[in-house]
């Protein structure tokens, strides 16, 4: 069974930092994109950022560009998310999202889900 | 960056009976190798959203078959055959054919 767990989210003042984490098992997460996934309070979702299954390439959402980095320890099966500069529309439940598509170039789906993490960033 | 519009915000729905919710995007979401990379995903009250249908028309594992998706390009539509109430809850599309990945603003579907 996939399993996706979230940790390292809190409460956080406005321009520190926070790395939430996301450890992996059920599957080979070696072969795997993993993407961040975002639901501010009451809001709908939205796309953070996507690490390729060999690390070779990122990607983030315009909001969130020059400030997280997303990196994977494939012996660790984990990925992780280092926010930086964080700001009051930071705040969200932070969703860890597997890609059902192996070793793909383009994304096809989001088939497997954790629970969150929740941020908050407030003075 | 490519913008999704979903219609409607809120759907009032009956059991037994049919619904459709229509996503539209800015630009097309058809890929070199022929398919469109368009997802349908649904967040039931309290849980994390589950994946519905990819790549525009196929139904992720274990999806009941009441749900389809259909449509190419920039005009997409989920049908639910025939709405049972564990239907309810926000049903979002999203395109993957591009970075930045993006979301429609969601539909809530409700008895």
């Known amino acids: 069974e996939v399993q996706l767990v979230e940790f390292g989210g809190g409460l956080v003042q406005p321009g520190r930092s926070l790395r939430l984490s996301c450890a992996a098992s059920?599957?080979?997460?070696?072969?795997?994109?993993i993407h961040w996934v975002r639901q501010g309070p009451g809001k709908g979702l939205e796309w953070v950022s996507r690490i390729s299954w060999n690390s070779a390439t990122a990607a983030y959402a315009d909001s969130v560009k020059g400030r997280f980095t997303i990196s994977r320890d494939n012996a660790k099966k984990s990925v992780y998310l280092q926010m930086n500069s964080l700001k009051v529309e930071d705040t969200a439940l932070y969703y860890c999202?597997?890609?059902?598509?192996?070793?793909?170039?383009?994304?096809w789906g989001f088939g497997s889900w954790g629970q969150g993490t929740l941020v908050t960033v407030s003075s | 960056d490519i913008v999704m519009t979903q219609s409607p915000l809120s759907l009032p729905v009956t059991p037994g009976e049919p619904a459709s919710i229509s996503c539209r995007s800015s630009?097309?979401?058809?890929?070199?190798?022929?398919?469109?990379?368009l997802d349908w995903y649904v967040q039931k009250p309290g849980q994390s959203p589950q994946l519905l249908i990819y790549l525009a028309s196929t139904r992720a594992p274990g999806v009941p078959d009441r749900f389809s998706g259909s449509g190419s390009g920039t005009d997409f539509t989920l049908k639910i055959s025939r709405v049972e109430a564990e239907d309810v809850g926000v049903y979002y599309c999203?395109?993957?054919?591009?970075?930045?990945?993006?979301f429609g603003g969601g539909t809530k579907v409700e008895i």
């Open positions: 999203m395109q993957a054919v591009q970075f930045p990945l993006g």
């Open positions: 059920g599957f080979i997460f070696d072969d795997y994109d």
């Open positions: 999202v597997k890609d059902i598509g192996r070793m793909t170039t383009v994304t």
């Open positions: 630009q097309s979401l058809l890929y070199s190798n022929g398919y469109n990379y």
